[in-house]
């Protein structure tokens, strides 16, 4: 069996840690590679994509616009971490921008391709979901666990920050 290109490179990723070597092989044939120069956005606020992505190597800072063609960070996502699976699972717009950190590479999957495999591969796809479920679940677990902090300092200062 040939080796897809992108094989080597998936398989060293936490994406593919509950796939056996044939899965993932199945997931490399679908997936392609995007490289970033600094500041080039992968994925703009409000804009609605229908792929997620893998950061191989690189940085991307997950930035919100603040007007007047700033922006801020909120957070910097770093390889092996995913990028964009919420709107690719809701297909909602996003509500932030994936912008490169210095030169940045990513593995990328479109929504298609994804749900072809389902006749034929439907544990691929099984596993993948709850890769990006637990990926979700972890995000939403820290912004609890700051929301928490943030309000304990709040009250502790009395209201004032």
Same mark, same amino acid.
């Given at each position: 069996?040939?080796?897809?290109?992108?094989?080597?490179?998936?398989?060293?990723? *936490?994406?593919? #840690?509950?796939?056996?070597?044939?899965?993932?092989?199945?997931?490399? %044939?679908? @997936? /392609?590679?995007?490289?970033?120069?600094? %500041?080039?956005?992968?994925?703009?606020?409000?804009?609605?994509?229908?792929?997620?992505?893998?950061?191989?190597?690189?940085?991307?800072?997950?930035?919100?616009?603040?007007?007047?063609?700033?922006?801020?960070?909120?957070?910097?996502?770093? *390889?092996? %971490?995913?990028? =964009?699976?919420? =709107?690719?699972?809701?297909?909602? *717009?996003?509500?932030?921008?994936?912008? @490169?950190?210095?030169?940045?590479?990513?593995?990328?999957? %479109?929504? =298609?391709?994804?749900? @072809?495999?389902?006749?034929?591969? *439907?544990?691929? &796809? /099984?596993?993948?979901?709850?890769?990006? &479920?637990? @990926? &979700?679940?972890?995000?939403?677990?820290?912004?609890?666990?700051?929301?928490?902090?943030? #309000?304990? /300092?709040?009250?502790?200062?009395?209201?004032?920050?």
């Amino acid at each position: 069996m040939e080796t897809p290109v992108l094989y080597d490179t998936l398989r060293a990723s *936490p994406l593919t #840690a509950n796939l056996d070597d044939e899965q993932c092989g199945v997931l490399a %044939d679908i @997936a /392609y590679e995007r490289r970033l120069g600094n %500041d080039e956005v992968l994925i703009g606020e409000g804009l609605t994509d229908c792929c997620f992505h893998v950061i191989v190597e690189g940085m991307l800072a997950v930035t919100k616009d603040t007007g007047g063609g700033e922006w801020t960070t909120l957070a910097i996502l770093r *390889p092996g %971490d995913l990028a =964009g699976e919420l =709107g690719f699972v809701t297909g909602r *717009p996003h509500s932030a921008t994936l912008r @490169a950190v210095g030169d940045t590479r990513v593995v990328s999957f %479109d929504r =298609g391709e994804l749900e @072809a495999l389902l006749d034929g591969h *439907p544990w691929v &796809v /099984y596993r993948l979901m709850q890769t990006i &479920v637990q @990926a &979700v679940h972890q995000i939403l677990r820290r912004m609890n666990t700051q929301y928490v902090e943030m #309000a304990n /300092y709040i009250t502790k200062q009395h209201g004032r920050y």
